[in-house]
Nanobody
């Protein structure tokens, strides 16, 4: 059984910062790509940022220069540092990880439960 648990969401003023964390736990052999996605009310889920096991990163154009994704492979944890937040960043943020299970060798993409980020004055 594999679980992704997110933390760090909340309410912040425009221009403020938040740091999201997502820790994977359970019967994990290895973790490949990890990433963050978000879904605003009435909109489809969209990619925010991804990071490979070798720490190559990819960002949505809307967050480039403001958000930074990083990971700690020893802890199976991915982070999203969000700076200069804007009201349009308001959404539920979900982490995603490609994980190979320890005993079966099966590889799946797992999702966290989501954490709310609200940017408002």
């Amino acid at each position: 059984q594999v679980q992704l648990v997110e933390s760090g969401g909340g309410l912040v003023h425009p221009g403020g910062s938040l740091r999201l964390s997502c820790a994977a736990s359970g019967s994990i052999f290895s973790t490949s790509a990890m990433g963050w996605y978000r879904q605003a009310p009435g909109k489809q889920r969209e990619l925010v940022a991804t990071i490979t096991s070798g720490s190559s990163t990819n960002y949505a154009d809307s967050v480039k220069g403001r958000f930074t994704i990083s990971r700690d492979n020893a802890k199976n944890t991915v982070y999203l540092q969000m700076n200069s937040l804007k009201p349009e960043d308001t959404a539920v943020y979900y982490c995603n990880a490609e994980i190979t299970a320890r005993w079966t060798g099966a590889r799946y993409a797992y999702w966290g439960q989501g954490t709310q980020v609200t940017v408002s004055s």
